[in-house]
């Protein structure tokens, strides 16, 4: 498939992340749902969804880039943030900016992520605060519980009841520096061979302002081959043939 050019790029371009730096220059990953206007710098092949697989919401985050910046990002991999055609223990890292809220089954997307990341390896993460979007002010924060619901019934966004599906423009999970450390202690309690530890967190993020980031080292033990795939193989025919959309917050 060839790849999406990118267009000349302007102003309006927020600022890289100099923690992003410190972690990850001079390794090699992945960066999903890239934009044009929020660059990283760093030595990374984007993944996201391309105008074959989804038209109306590849149109759509194209032209805000374009609005933003002049320039959109070119896409390397065209997949679903939660089945990306990569080996296992493939990649230095995985990196995203105001994506994984809009996944309707963030597990399942965070166990692909495990899996295609080498032992010692980099999950770096930003998640919008609650008042990054006003449609995410009055709603509470998303439950743990909830989030593991959904992992155990492998639900996807197909089957979200209307009145909860998009909410939020498009967000999904409502997140918080707390559910973020809940999700790192469910991670490492939940699954045996391999584990999350955090190694950078910031209230507020040091790229465009509005988000946590936090930064988990993925670890894996040496019995551990191809831990996403293997361990969760009876996830993967319910991933193929249907998507979730790699959207971006501001």
Request: glycine letters at 8%; hydrophobic letters at 30%.
């Amino acid at each position: 498939m060839p790849m999406e050019k990118s267009r000349p790029s302007s102003s309006n371009i927020f600022p890289e992340s100099r923690l992003a730096h410190e972690l990850l220059n001079g390794l090699e990953g992945l960066e999903i749902g890239p934009a044009s206007h929020n660059p990283f710098g760093l030595k990374t092949r984007n993944v996201g969804l391309t105008a074959d697989r989804d038209p109306d919401d590849y149109e759509f985050f194209k032209q805000s880039q374009l609005e933003m910046c002049g320039s959109f990002a070119t896409i390397d991999i065209s997949a679903d943030a939660a089945n990306i055609p990569v080996p296992d223990d493939s990649t230095d890292f995985v990196l995203h900016s105001h994506v994984w809220e809009h996944l309707p089954n963030p597990f399942i997307a965070l166990d692909e992520w495990v899996g295609i990341t080498r032992s010692g390896g980099y999950l770096f993460v930003i998640v919008p605060k609650r008042d990054a979007a006003a449609s995410d002010k009055d709603r509470p924060v998303t439950s743990l519980p909830s989030l593991v619901e959904l992992y155990k019934k492998k639900r996807r966004g197909e089957t979200f009841p209307p009145e909860e599906r998009g909410r939020g423009g498009g967000h999904y999970t409502v997140f918080s520096p707390g559910l973020l450390r809940e999700i790192g202690s469910w991670f490492n309690q939940s699954h045996s061979r391999a584990r999350l530890d955090e190694v950078a967190f910031q209230e507020t993020d040091d790229k465009v302002g509005n988000g946590h980031t936090t930064v988990w080292q993925v670890r894996k033990y040496s019995a551990l081959s191809g831990f996403g795939r293997a361990c969760f193989r009876q996830v993967k025919p319910l991933l193929s043939g249907r998507r979730t959309s790699d959207r971006r917050g501001s």
